[in-house]
């Protein structure tokens, strides 16, 4: 009889411990499967801020807060990501999202962020004005005094520039461009060997502006280096 009870107390016990491991094995399952929407998720909202942070034109130092080297809740998930899917028996979905949340995977590396952030953001334009009345004259004055002259066939200035070759001309060239660039108003020109010819105009107000102006200053001042 004795022996009976303890069979039967043995029984109840392996069944208890078969049902403890069951739902213990089906909760392991249900979280894995949970940390692996989430992680998923935090990839989506991430890189979605990341190209909204971009078209906004964010400095790059708000960019680089969003760095994932810089987050430990990154390499957090990337553990709690590849345990979950060992346990659900893929280990190699494991290693691809090991490769998804590390350095494997190039758009979410420092240089995919930075190559983000690196991008100047727009400047507010605003629209020029054409130079009328005094203000004109006096300003075109100094120009002139500089060998600038008025356009022939529409308001404009224009000088000649030459150097003692193409290479001079052509460094010239490249001396204006980076400021006419950061200015964001881009001279006309035509260059024959040792000649640059330079036209200033300002479409958007049809006409000279200020831009203009401010533009020829620096074209003669990088003449006289």
């Given at each position: 009889?004795?022996?009976?009870?303890?069979?039967?107390?043995?029984?109840i016990r392996e069944v208890c411990v078969r049902s403890a491991t069951n739902v213990g094995l089906k909760f392991l399952i249900l979280?894995?499967?949970l940390v692996v929407i989430l992680s998923l998720l935090i990839i989506f909202i991430r890189l979605s801020v990341l190209v909204v942070f971009n078209r906004k034109g964010l400095r790059h130092r708000t960019v680089l807060t969003w760095e994932w080297n810089q987050q430990p809740s990154r390499r957090i998930s990337r553990l709690l990501v590849g345990m979950s899917i060992t346990i659900l028996g893929s280990r190699s979905f494991s290693a691809l999202s090991t490769s998804i949340l590390g350095r494997t995977l190039n758009p979410f590396s420092s240089a995919y962020v930075r190559h983000f952030a690196d991008k100047k953001p727009k400047r507010k334009m605003v629209r020029p004005v054409k130079l009328t009345g005094e203000d004109r004259e006096n300003k075109l004055q100094t120009l002139q005094n500089n060998g600038w002259t008025l356009h022939e066939s529409r308001d404009a200035i224009c000088k000649t520039f030459k150097f003692k070759n193409f290479v001079e001309a052509f460094d010239f060239m490249k001396a204006v461009a980076g400021p006419a660039e950061e200015m964001d108003h881009h001279p006309e020109w035509f260059n024959v060997y040792n000649r640059v010819d330079i036209t200033l105009s300002t479409?958007?107000?049809?006409?000279?502006?200020?831009?203009?102006?401010?533009?020829?200053?620096?074209?003669?001042s990088l003449n006289k280096k």
């Open positions: 009889m004795l022996n009976r009870l303890n069979i039967k107390a043995q029984e979280w894995s499967r479409h958007d107000c049809n006409g000279l502006s200020e831009n203009d102006v401010k533009l020829a200053s620096v074209i003669d």
